[in-house]
Every structure is written in C-alpha cells, then in structure tokens.
C-alpha cells in the first residue's frame, strides 16, 4: 500500500510539473506586445511612464527622412514621424533631405522600434502617425526624447525641424526646445553656408 501512495504521489508530481512547464512556456510565447510590455518595471523614481501602449514594429523600408514602412504583425504600414518634419527627398529634393533620409536609413532600417500614438490615428494620405522610440522610456524626460525618441533625436541632430499638426501635440514643448538648441548650434539644416 505504502508504494502505490508513492507511486502516486510521484505520478501526480510528474503531471503537475509538465502541465506547470507547458504553462509557462505559452504564457510567454502567445502574451500580446502590449502584456509584454507593460510586464516592464516602472522607474520608481516618480518619473511617470510616457504612455501605457507601445506597439513593436519592424522597419522594414524608407520612405524619406520622417516617413517609413513597418511590418506589424505581418501587415505593412507607412508611418508619419509626428511633430516633425524633415526636408523632402522624394519628389521634390530640398536642403538637408539627403542627409535626413539617409540619417533615418542608417538608424531604423532593418530594426524594430516602438510605436507611440498621441490623437489621431493616421493622416489623409492613410499613414499610420506616431512617435518612434528606440527603447521604451521611463519618462517623458527631454533626456529620454532627445537619446530613445527617433522623432527627437531627429530634430535635435538638425536632421528635421519641430511642428506642430494638432491635436498631436504630446511633445510640441520637447521638440521646440530640441529645435531651438539645433539652430543655436548651427546643426545640420541650420547650417546653411
């Protein structure tokens, strides 16, 4: 009697331990990018998260300097870099566009980045608008805009300038500031000779 109670006992050990593993493993493999994220530790230091909901996506093309295509779940997008904008380099060719477009293609070509939305949702030609984050910040900091914000690192390279396309206006005082010290220091489009 005494080996059927450890027999069974083992057994039922054996099951709960393989049911546990499997658990676990497709907990981790099938959680959304949205319970992935928000599994991330907050910075305890009062610093309050930029936003709740990022989206990852991969770069997959440039379109230009603050335009790209990115693949979502295996479905392609134009996102609009919102805030900014960088000198053309499509079909119509203006200073500093070459540089922009080839500054973004060296940065975020073949990479995955992070998706912020402000208001709107896309603009009239069907492109997805968001900010562009490199890694997922802590704050809203100008820090982490100007180093982890691909938007900002935009504007305060003097690869773009700030404007504002209400009501998407989250970070208008970020990138107005980036700008202004862009200019002061005769940074890339500001340095007109």
């Given amino acids: 009697m005494n080996k059927i109670k450890k027999s ?5 050990l054996i099951v709960f331990s393989i049911y546990f593993t499997k658990y676990i493993i497709t907990t981790n493999t099938n959680s959304t990018i949205s319970e992935q994220i928000s ?3 907050v910075d305890t230091s009062g ?3 930029v936003s709740d ?9 440039i379109v230009d300097g603050d335009t790209v295509e990115v693949t979502i779940d295996s479905k392609k997008y134009k ?4 805030g900014i904008n960088c000198p053309e380099y499509t079909s119509k060719i203006e200073y500093y566009g070459k540089e922009s477009t080839e500054y973004t293609s060296s940065m975020l070509i073949n990479k995955y980045v992070f998706l912020e939305k402000d208001i709107s949702e896309t603009d009239k030609y069907d492109r997805l608008l968001r900010y562009v ?5 802590i704050s809203n900091s100008i820090e982490e805009i100007k180093s982890k914000m691909f938007n900002g690192l935009l504007v305060s390279n003097g690869y773009a300038n700030a404007t504002i396309y209400p009501p998407d206006v989250k970070y208008s005082i970020q990138f107005n500031k980036l700008a202004s010290d862009a200019k002061n220091n005769n940074l890339g489009l500001w340095n007109k000779k």
């Fill in 8 to 12: 069974l006992i083992i057994l039922i």
């Fill in 47 to 49: 610093n309050s998260p």
């Fill in 53 to 61: 909901e990022f989206t990852k996506a991969y770069v997959s093309r």
């Fill in 79 to 82: 996102v609009r870099f919102i």
């Fill in 133 to 137: 984050w490199l890694e997922i910040p």
């Fill in 39 to 41: 599994n991330i530790p």
